[in-house]
């Protein structure tokens, strides 16, 4: 099937990679010239794992190519997917111009029946706008074409998003057209094999399930994160409280970690989209206002620690930080925690000296060069001449580190953990002093 998809980001690129690979040919239209060059050459703009290889084979097969060329993009696809970005707008709530503008290019060189599928993140009633904004065009170029248009959110997590989109748990399609179903249905069949995992409803269902999911697993993380400031006060171990809970299958053990907060580019903004247009609507979304709050907070935490620690005297200290993308296996720093961190940190008077195994290039590009920020090329690099280590994210290079060695390096035996990766007993063995999130009376001091 013949495939057009405008907006090469994370989304777009993931989703037209693994349509290609199963045999669809995909043409992919991005305005950054840049980007469509490099895409040529092999080079993708995002580490994601599994993601290089499949665009090149399929590149070098074919089935997949890239353009700036919009009229080309809109004459190819049969079914043209929208993955362009929708960034929050000043109050957070999500802004559509990209999607709107691709609509009207699609609109403005469409001759035949397209189906519009919209991949993108957006609030209810986007896919009227969508809609509208087709019709106007077509209006007003005075062409009568015809044209469908769903809403088929995606559920791709960042380093594992090949898998993800290649054995999705569920395919939703919103749609009022049976024509528009028959085809994604066909679409999908290669991706929707065992059981059926299609799921059609109407549109602004479809629209809304993405938010739900995602502020769902949010508020999971809130509530634990609550949890684990009330073990703190009570002086319980939230880690054996998750173990507890997550027992109850109703409950499950997924996504009920405690930590430094969730980061990333789709829960914080997630969560403050559907408040906001809850708002925009005549109603108080208290839950996901809740979910918001817990979460800003959390992220200062391990800085409140720190500070406690202190007595709030960090001028002139330098702190090693292990972990600066939002989570594992991304390079991605969108609403890290650990930025929380560092900037708390400068505005101190700390200066970091930090390591990622992916992220530090982003790093570079966010902060550029300054004095109080030194970018090291391993792990063991970053504790010399450290006072003391921070952890922000759970890369699997930091679950066995060398507690020996650790403690030679910094000049005093201290570590917080934003991620809870070790056992609080262990730690005191080493003779670290330990601090990790809602575990009792390590946070207390031991
Ligand atoms: C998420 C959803 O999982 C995905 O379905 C959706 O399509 C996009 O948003 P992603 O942002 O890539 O995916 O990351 P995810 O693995 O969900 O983690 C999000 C954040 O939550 C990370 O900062 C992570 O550290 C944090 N998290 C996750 C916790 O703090 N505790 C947990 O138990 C799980």
């Known amino acids: 099937m ?70 080309r ?60 904004k087709i019709a106007a065009t077509l209006a007003d170029s005075g062409k009568s074409v015809t044209y469908d248009v769903v809403s088929n959110p995606e559920f791709l997590k960042e380093g594992a998003a090949v898998n993800d989109c290649m054995r999705p748990d569920r395919i939703i399609l919103g749609t ?128 409140e620690y720190i500070s406690r620690h202190f007595s709030g005297d960090l001028k002139g200290k330098t702190v090693a930080l292990w972990g600066l993308s939002f989570k594992p296996n991304t390079d991605d720093m969108r609403e890290a925690s650990s930025r929380v961190l560092m900037e708390k940190l400068w505005a101190a008077g700390a200066s970091v000296k930090a390591y990622d195994p992916e992220a530090m290039e982003e790093t570079q590009r966010i902060y550029g060069s300054r004095n109080d920020l030194t970018l090291m090329g391993t792990k063991e690099a970053a504790l010399e001449g450290a006072d003391f280590l921070v952890i922000c994210t759970e890369w699997q290079a930091f679950r066995a580190p060398d507690f020996e060695m650790m403690k030679q390096k910094l000049s005093m035996p201290l570590l917080f953990d934003g991620r809870n990766l070790f056992e609080p007993k262990l730690m005191m063995e080493y003779g670290l002093h330990y601090y990790a999130i809602g575990r009792g009376l390590s946070v207390k001091g031991h």
Do not use: W
């Not at 993931?14 to 669809?24: F, S």
């Not at 993009?73 to 000043?90: K, L, R, S, Y």
């Open 73 to 132: 993009g809109v004459e190819h696809g049969e079914v043209i997917f929208i993955a362009v970005g929708t960034p929050p707008d000043e109050d957070g709530s999500a802004d559509l111009k990209y999607v709107l503008a691709v609509a009207e290019t699609v609109a403005t060189h469409m001759r035949s029946h397209k189906i519009v599928v919209n991949k993108s993140t957006v609030p209810v009633g986007t896919a009227d706008k969508v809609k509208a």
């Open 2 to 71: 013949k495939v057009a998809v405008f907006g090469i980001g994370y989304v777009g690129l993931v989703q037209a990679a693994v349509m290609a690979e199963v045999g669809h040919d995909v043409l992919c239209i991005d305005i950054d010239q840049n980007k469509v060059d490099r895409l040529k050459e092999g080079l993708i703009p995002i580490f994601e794992p599994g993601l290089t290889p499949l665009v090149k084979s399929n590149y070098e097969a074919g089935r997949i190519d890239f353009t700036t060329d919009a009229a």
């Open 176 to 303: 009022d057209s049976e024509a528009a179903e028959k085809k994604l249905r066909e679409l999908y069949s290669p991706f929707n094999r065992n059981h059926d995992k299609i799921i059609v409803m109407d549109i602004r269902s479809a629209e809304l399930t993405k938010y739900a999911a995602n502020c769902m697993l949010a508020t999971k993380i809130s509530f634990m994160n609550e949890m684990a400031n009330l073990a703190e006060v009570f002086g319980a171990d939230i880690e054996n409280v998750r173990r507890g809970i997550g027992s109850d299958p109703r409950i499950g053990y997924q996504f009920i970690y405690p930590g430094c907060g969730y980061g990333g580019s789709c829960f914080p903004k997630d969560v403050q989209a559907l408040a906001r247009s809850a708002t925009a609507a005549g109603y108080t979304a208290r839950v996901l206002e809740a979910v918001e709050e817990v979460n800003y907070a959390q992220k200062e935490k391990l800085f």
